[in-house]
């Protein structure tokens, strides 16, 4: 399957995002609701995997949801603020005498990059692969991050 | 590759709903389905990602099997910078038209994938006959 795009591949960070995806998330809805079907239709976001990213004070912690991939066939690679994740994802051939009723389990090869709002040390990211969840564990870098400075009387 | 692992089917703020209401409030997906019959067999393969086997729920009863998958929200104390899907609620139904041996049933979990073999009873399998000469 080929790679298809309808929303920007690198969404930014500058403005307001999450006030973004939720009124995207809103609209399709409503677009849904006039077709009224209930059949599959590409996730709201369009891309695959479905990326989550979140932050503490010093960690950025990118979750993508990729149920049934080899972790051996996932690369992840980062520099500075950019982050990228690609593999891809096969469907093992069944029984040749299978008769198929439905297929609607997506495979092919995947490309996504993210560019997050800050530098991270690259050579401290931790990935995880759980019941079909990839979890990174990003830490910001030490230069990058915000400085509390004391004020003196 | 395109998504389509998941279609939100129902939320229940009212805006979209089918059939009877989850007990527990949050979103409904729809999780994509691989399904193929052999002639022992119907196999469903479903992509459940993030659900754990002690919240997959698979229940056969008149021919209607019923896959409930829950997915744990994520931790706290986390903010959110992108959120492209939402920890909700899988759920599908199929009615199958097969017979199923429910004492044969083998479900496995693994990597977020759900594989489901349901056996047919022996008699509903298809039986060569040989029409012999004479």
């Known amino acids: 399957m080929i790679v298809r795009r309808v929303w920007p591949a690198r969404p930014t960070f500058e403005g307001s995002p999450h006030e973004y995806d939720t009124i995207r998330r809103e609209l399709l809805r409503a677009l849904d609701m006039f077709a009224g079907d209930r059949e599959p239709r590409p996730s709201p976001s369009g891309v695959f995997p479905p990326i989550n990213v979140t932050q503490d004070a010093d960690r950025f912690y990118v979750r993508a949801e990729l149920p049934g991939v080899v972790a051996s066939e996932i690369s992840i690679s980062a520099l500075r603020n950019r982050l990228s994740i690609s593999g891809k994802r096969e469907i093992a051939r069944e029984h040749e005498r299978a008769s198929y009723h439905r297929r609607e389990r997506p495979e092919g090869t995947f490309n996504r990059t993210l560019t997050l709002p800050m530098p991270v040390d690259a050579d401290r990211i931790e990935a995880r692969y759980a019941e079909g969840i990839l979890t990174l564990t990003l830490p910001k870098a030490e230069d990058a991050k915000p400085r509390q400075i004391v004020v003196k009387t | 590759m395109s998504n389509e692992s998941r279609t939100e089917m129902q939320r ?34 479903a992509d459940m990602p993030g659900v754990k086997p002690d919240q997959l729920e698979i229940d056969l009863r008149d021919n209607v099997l019923t896959l409930t998958g829950r997915v744990g929200a994520a931790p706290t104390g986390e903010t959110d910078v992108l959120r492209e899907y ?3 609620t899988f759920f599908r139904q199929f009615t199958l038209a097969e017979s199923i041996d429910q004492a044969k049933i083998d479900a496995k979990l693994a990597d977020g994938v759900l594989r489901l073999e349901l056996p047919k009873v022996e008699r509903a399998k298809p039986r060569q006959i040989t029409v012999r000469a004479g």
């Open chain 2, 12 to 45: 229940v703020d009212g805006t979209m709903s089918t059939g009877p209401e989850q007990t527990r409030p949050g979103p409904v997906y729809m999780p994509a389905v691989d399904i193929f019959e052999t002639d022992g067999a119907i196999t469903v393969l």
């Open chain 2, 86 to 88: 939402d920890a909700g």
